[in-house]
Structures are given as structure tokens and as C-alpha cells.
């Protein structure tokens, strides 16, 4: 899915309770984009948006990334029902202990469902389908997100080889296929809660994420 033209549109001081970063906004465009509904046709054109929040040297070395979507119900209103605020603050406390690193942020609610879709969802999973179920009963594939904005972002920052923070062996794959060498994949594993333990066992059953503590659960 090649984008016409992605832009940095933002570059900004972002002081924050974890550091001080640069907040950085990027659009991407997309020409015919494929739909993720079979039932709702896509745009001529899709903007994609992202924002990268800057820390320290970012070209000394090879710098921690996180890819993170945007999650409103966990990421603000903390939310049980996911892990995603976790390693949200996991991200961020890795980075800023490293003293460099970026944290890029995509505007793909739900996997990219959006929010009222996504809220959609949790109502089948109240009935008893697992996250993936809810996702096709309702039309969507498993996950509709793609990687390729943050990796055309990292190319834009100079940035051609990263220590990735993540479960998702997707993520790994479109970045090296975009040309980023992953050198180091960082587990972004969190301690489970009973509210989300299926949610992380459908991850890695059915979407193969990595999970350490799952694993050693077994």
C-alpha cells in the first residue's frame, strides 16, 4: 500500500511526567486504498495520520521504537478490557530510562476499525466472542492495520535500524520489508490481568503475538 506523499506538518517541545520529547505530526496519503469492510467501500484517497515523540540522540545508535495505535479506551480511560495503556507507559518508561528513543503513534483505534466499530465489537465480546470473532462477525478483517507510515516516518528521522519494542512479529516484518533492520526485538509483555487474559491468549493463539508470561504459564 504505497503512500503519494507522506508530510511533516508538527515539530514540537513536548515536556511530559515521563521526559521531554519533540512531538513530531505526520500525514501520509494513500491512492485506492483497499477497504478492511467488505461491506463499505473505500476512499479515492486515505490520509493516514501518526505522531513521533522525539527523545535524546536518536542517531548514536540504533534507537528503541514502539509502533503503538492509538487505543482511547485504554490509553485514556484506562480500560481492563486490554493491555494497550500498559505498554503504553512500558514504551515510555523504557525509552526515557535509555535516554533516547522514539514512540510512534498511529491513528488505527480497534486495529484499525475506528472507535464506534470497535465499540461494536466489545458488545459481540460480552456475548462471547473472542476479539478476532467480533471483528469479522461485524465485517472487518482480524486487523486492518498497516505499518508502512512509521516506517516511511523513521526513513524521514534518519533512522534505518531500530531495537523494536513488541509482541507483534507483523510489526518486525514490515519494518524490515520497508528497509529498517530490526536489530533487537524488546518484549512488550505485561504482567496479565484477569479482565484481558483472554484477550492476550487470542492474540498469541490466533494473531501470533509473543507473550513470555503466557508462555510460562503454560
Known amino acids: 500500500m504505497p503512500f503519494e506523499s507522506v508530510s511533516k506538518v508538527a515539530d514540537a517541545d513536548f515536556p511530559t511526567r515521563w521526559g521531554h ?10 491512492a485506492n486504498p483497499e477497504s478492511c469492510n467488505g461491506n463499505t467501500p473505500a476512499p479515492a484517497k486515505r490520509i493516514e495520520a501518526a505522531v513521533a515523540l522525539v527523545m535524546g540522540d536518536i542517531h548514536l545508535k540504533p534507537p528503541i521504537v514502539r509502533i503503538h495505535s492509538q487505543c482511547l479506551t485504554g490509553d485514556v480511560f484506562h480500560s481492563l478490557r486490554c493491555d494497550c495503556r500498559l505498554q503504553l507507559e512500558l514504551a515510555l518508561r523504557t525509552i526515557t530510562q535509555a535516554g533516547a528513543g522514539i514512540l510512534l503513534y498511529e491513528q488505527q483505534e480497534g486495529r484499525g476499525i475506528g472507535l464506534m466499530a470497535k465499540l461494536k465489537a466489545y458488545e459481540l465480546q460480552d456475548q462471547g466472542l473472542d476479539t478476532v ?31 523494536l519494542i513488541t509482541n507483534n512479529p507483523e510489526k518486525v516484518e514490515a519494518l524490515e520489508s520497508a528497509g529498517i533492520r530490526v536489530i533487537e526485538r524488546i518484549s512488550a509483555a505485561v504482567e496479565p490481568e484477569e479482565t484481558f487474559e483472554r484477550y492476550l491468549q487470542v492474540k498469541r493463539e490466533k494473531m501470533g503475538h509473543i507473550h513470555e508470561e503466557l508462555e510460562k504459564a503454560r
Do not use: M, S, T
Open 133 to 163: 470473532e467480533a471483528n469479522i462477525e461485524l465485517g472487518y478483517k482480524p486487523d486492518c492495520r498497516e505499518f508502512e507510515l512509521p516506517a516511511e516516518i523513521l526513513k524521514q528521522l534518519g533512522v534505518h535500524a531500530v531495537r
Open 21 to 30: 520529547f519533540r512531538i513530531l505530526g505526520f500525514e501520509g496519503i494513500v
